[in-house]
C-alpha cells in the first residue's frame, strides 16, 4: 500500500454543516420560480451533489428554467446562505493535527470555489489547505470525479499517494474513479444505504475517528 500524502475534503456535509443556508436558498429560488415544495425535508437530498442537476431533476425543469434556479439561489447564498453554515465539532483540531503530520490537504467541492474559499476563511480554516477547487460559476466541473482529476493534474499528485473524504456517494465514486482511496464519513448527508452501496474503503463516524487513522498510520 502507497504511503498517504494527500488528503482531499468534501465541504458541505464533510467539514461544515451547510443545511440552513442551502435550504433557504433553495426555498428562495422555488419562491422565485413560484415552484411550492410539499416536503421541505425532502430538500436535504441536494446537499452534496451538483446543485444545478438537484433543481432540473426534482422539480423537471428545462435549461432555462434550471439556469433561473441557480441564479435566483445563488441570489440569497451569496449574500445571507453561505454564512448560515456551521463547523462540524472536531474539525479545526482535525485539521491543526493532519497538518503537524504534514500531509497536504485539499477541498474538492461542487460548490463554486469562490463560494467555498469564502466559507473557509469565514471559519478561519482555510490556512489548512494547499488548494480550494470547486466548480465554476459557469455551471461547469461540477462533477467529483472531474474536480478530482482536475487536482491531481494541476497539483500533480499520485492518486495512489491519495485519499478523499466526503460524506455522499459522488465523493466516493468521484475519488474511486479516479483510482483513490476512500473515506465515508456517516454524520453528513449520505444515508448509510448510500455510502454502502458504493464501498468506501473505509466508514467512520467522526473527526476523532478521522485523526486515528491517519496519526496510527492504518491508511
Given at each position: 500500500?502507497?504511503?498517504?500524502?494527500?488528503?482531499?475534503?468534501?465541504?458541505?456535509?464533510?467539514?461544515?454543516?451547510?443545511?440552513?443556508?442551502?435550504?433557504?436558498?433553495?426555498?428562495?429560488?422555488?419562491?422565485?420560480?413560484?415552484?411550492?415544495?410539499?416536503?421541505?425535508?425532502?430538500l436535504?437530498?441536494?446537499?452534496?451533489?451538483?446543485?444545478?442537476?438537484?433543481?432540473?431533476?426534482?422539480?423537471?425543469?428545462?435549461?432555462?428554467?434550471?439556469?433561473?434556479?441557480?441564479?435566483?439561489?445563488?441570489?440569497?447564498?451569496?449574500v445571507?446562505?453561505?454564512?448560515?453554515?456551521?463547523?462540524?465539532?472536531?474539525?479545526?483540531?482535525?485539521?491543526?493535527s493532519?497538518?503537524?503530520?504534514?500531509?497536504?490537504l485539499?477541498?474538492a467541492?461542487?460548490?463554486?470555489?469562490?463560494?467555498?474559499?469564502?466559507?473557509?476563511?469565514?471559519?478561519?480554516?482555510?490556512?489548512?489547505?494547499?488548494?480550494?477547487?470547486?466548480?465554476?460559476?459557469?455551471?461547469?466541473?461540477?462533477?467529483?470525479?472531474?474536480?478530482?482529476?482536475?487536482?491531481i493534474?494541476?497539483?500533480?499528485?499520485?492518486?495512489?499517494?491519495?485519499?478523499?473524504?466526503?460524506?455522499?456517494?459522488?465523493?466516493?465514486?468521484?475519488?474511486?474513479?479516479?483510482?483513490?482511496?476512500?473515506?465515508?464519513?456517516?454524520?453528513?448527508?449520505?444515508?448509510?444505504?448510500?455510502?454502502?452501496?458504493?464501498?468506501?474503503?473505509?466508514?467512520?463516524?467522526?473527526?476523532?475517528?478521522?485523526?486515528?487513522?491517519?496519526?496510527?498510520?492504518?491508511?
Open positions: 500500500m502507497d504511503k498517504i500524502d494527500n488528503i482531499l475534503f468534501d465541504l458541505d456535509g464533510t467539514l461544515t454543516d451547510p443545511k440552513e443556508g442551502i435550504v433557504n436558498s433553495i426555498a428562495f429560488a422555488l419562491n422565485k420560480l413560484g415552484i411550492h415544495e410539499k416536503d421541505i425535508s425532502e436535504d437530498t441536494f446537499i452534496g451533489p451538483p446543485l444545478r442537476e438537484s433543481f432540473a431533476s426534482r422539480y423537471n425543469l428545462t435549461n432555462e428554467l434550471a439556469d433561473k434556479a441557480m441564479l435566483y439561489y445563488r441570489e440569497y447564498y451569496s445571507r446562505g453561505l454564512y448560515e453554515n456551521k463547523i462540524y465539532p472536531g474539525v479545526m483540531e482535525l485539521l491543526e493532519l497538518s503537524s503530520y504534514n500531509y497536504k485539499f477541498v467541492t461542487s460548490k463554486p470555489t469562490i463560494f467555498a474559499a469564502e466559507v473557509l476563511r469565514h471559519f478561519k480554516i482555510d490556512s489548512y489547505f494547499s488548494e480550494i477547487i470547486g466548480s465554476n460559476l459557469d455551471n461547469t466541473r461540477t462533477d467529483k470525479t472531474e474536480i478530482i482529476s482536475y487536482i493534474s494541476a497539483y500533480g499528485l499520485q492518486a495512489g499517494s491519495s485519499v478523499m473524504i466526503g460524506d455522499r456517494k459522488h465523493d466516493i465514486i468521484g475519488a474511486k474513479n479516479n483510482s483513490m482511496k476512500t473515506i465515508a464519513v456517516t454524520y453528513g448527508y449520505g444515508s448509510p444505504e448510500e455510502l454502502l452501496s458504493c464501498q468506501p474503503d473505509f466508514i467512520l463516524h467522526n473527526c476523532p475517528e478521522i485523526e486515528a487513522l491517519f496519526v496510527n498510520k492504518y491508511l
